[in-house]
């Protein structure tokens, strides 16, 4: 149990360009989701929080007009990164939990790395 | 914020040999978990141990609340071990995980 999945797990796009990430929860309905960032050898960021139904909340120093949330339902939530340019090459893992914020174990999916050029 | 910091940041060892990772933060936690992620990125749970003692299999951590810090202990290392090991704390109040730095785990057969 306690599968998140995460499509696609690889894009390459070229520079202005927006990418949509997603991310579900398979087995469970998860009330927050996670975004986070993991640059090459770095620790995990995070970069907002996603409820359904309502606005994400963005960490300090997080673009919100660049990284776009949306949870639209109980196991689905997306991040766009519009405009993409090379310095949002990263690699963007999401996680879900099935309680209120943290107060349950989080499941991370297998993250989505994005190069672009 | 809470700080969490970890040690050693790199460990290489024999196949077989036995390792403890440690994990300091820097005030009181709600949550504590530990994952491993290998190779290709995935992050796989291990713990949940806010305080207490776990086991599971050649895995056991233990996490000493009051004195702000955790450990991993993996006995009888195999290759598949190999990879970066976090652990991660929420404080009380803020419900959002904080990473460690990390300890890049590296088994040679």
């Known amino acids: 149990g306690a599968v998140v999945s995460q499509h696609p797990s690889w894009v390459i796009c070229k520079s202005g360009t927006s990418v949509k990430i997603e991310c579900r929860s398979l087995?469970?309905?998860?009330?927050?989701m996670f975004w986070y960032r993991q640059f090459p050898k770095q620790s995990l960021m995070l970069m907002a929080t996603?409820?359904?139904?309502?606005?994400?909340?963005?960490e300090q120093g997080v673009e919100k007009d660049k990284f776009l949330i949306n949870h639209a339902s109980l196991t689905l939530s997306t991040l766009t990164v519009t405009s993409a340019h090379p310095e949002d090459s990263s690699f963007y893992i999401c996680?879900?939990?099935?309680?209120?914020?943290?107060?349950?174990?989080?499941?991370f999916g297998p993250g989505t790395r994005l190069l672009v050029l | 914020g809470i700080q969490v910091e970890q040690s050693p940041p790199d460990l290489i060892l024999q196949e077989g040999a036995n390792s403890t990772l440690r994990c300091n933060f820097s005030?009181?936690?709600?949550?504590l978990q530990w994952f491993h992620q290998n190779p290709w990125g995935q992050l796989i749970n291990l713990f949940y141990?806010?305080?207490g003692t776990k086991q599971n299999g050649r895995l056991s951590a233990t996490t000493v609340a009051t004195e702000r810090y955790s450990l991993l202990y993996i006995s009888s290392s195999q290759t598949t071990d190999s990879g970066v090991y976090f652990c991660?704390?929420?404080?009380?109040?803020?419900?959002?995980?904080?990473f460690g730095t990390g300890t890049r785990l590296t088994i040679i057969p």
């Open positions: 996603s409820n359904e139904g309502s606005k994400a909340t963005y």
């Open positions: 996680s879900a939990g099935s309680g209120v914020g943290v107060r349950e174990t989080q499941y």
């Open positions: 005030d009181s936690v709600n949550n």
């Open positions: 087995d469970f309905q998860a009330t927050t």
């Open positions: 991660a704390v929420d404080d009380f109040g803020n419900e959002k995980l904080t």
């Open positions: 141990i806010p305080s």
